[in-house]
């Protein structure tokens, strides 16, 4: 009887152990659930992070001039064209629907209808950010101006930065790809015929 109740100690000894150490793994989970909405809300616009490969192959390659100083009067031309035609509003889903409207003028918007783990983090259903865009031949940098609301695009700003530097890689009638400099992923875009208002 007294090995029976050894072994029973034993048993309890080990299983407290084993929850013992369960309890960081528990931790590390709970953390890397927190940890991943804030990978998502740095990525910026919102990339569309691992596209599929067919996605940026089927769009034509964007042809720039690197440096516009040098550039002819036709490669200023074929910039023109590129910049009319991302012109508009194009959309992806990544931890919720997102919507950027590029306009000629050198400004863009995007709207953001964050998940349920998003939200923990920017703590908001909508985001909508006011940009500044300028080019450098393929290289093209949004600047956060302003957003809404306010407490949560401070915070975005405050822990990312204002600044996204992206590189135009090809582009079609339906289809926008960019390659994310900070990370270097593509990031596709779809066209989409409006912003909506909610989700």
Aim: proline letters at 5%; one cysteine or more.
């Amino acid at each position: 009887m007294d090995d029976v109740l050894s072994e029973s100690d034993a048993v309890l000894r080990e299983g407290t152990k084993a929850t013992r150490l369960a309890k960081p793994a528990v931790w590390a989970i709970l953390v890397s659930m927190a940890i991943f909405p804030l990978v998502y809300v740095g990525s910026g616009l919102g990339s569309i992070r691992h596209t599929r490969d067919e996605d940026v192959s089927n769009a034509a390659p964007v042809n720039m001039a690197e440096n516009r100083a040098e550039s002819s009067p036709q490669a200023e031309k074929d910039d023109d064209a590129l910049i009319s035609k991302i012109a508009g509003v194009w959309t992806m889903d990544y931890h919720g629907p997102r919507y950027l409207l590029i306009n000629e003028d050198q400004t863009a918007r995007l709207v953001s209808f964050p998940d349920m783990l998003a939200q923990m983090v920017i703590g908001c259903t909508k985001l909508e950010i006011n940009c500044r865009w300028e080019r450098d031949g393929k290289k093209i940098s949004f600047h956060m101006v302003e957003g809404a609301p306010k407490k949560s695009f401070d915070y975005i700003t405050k822990t990312w930065g204002n600044e996204l530097p992206y590189e135009f890689v090809s582009v079609n009638d339906s289809t926008l790809v960019f390659k994310d400099l900070s990370d270097g992923d593509h990031d596709v875009w779809n066209k989409a015929a409006e912003i909506p208002e909610k989700r």
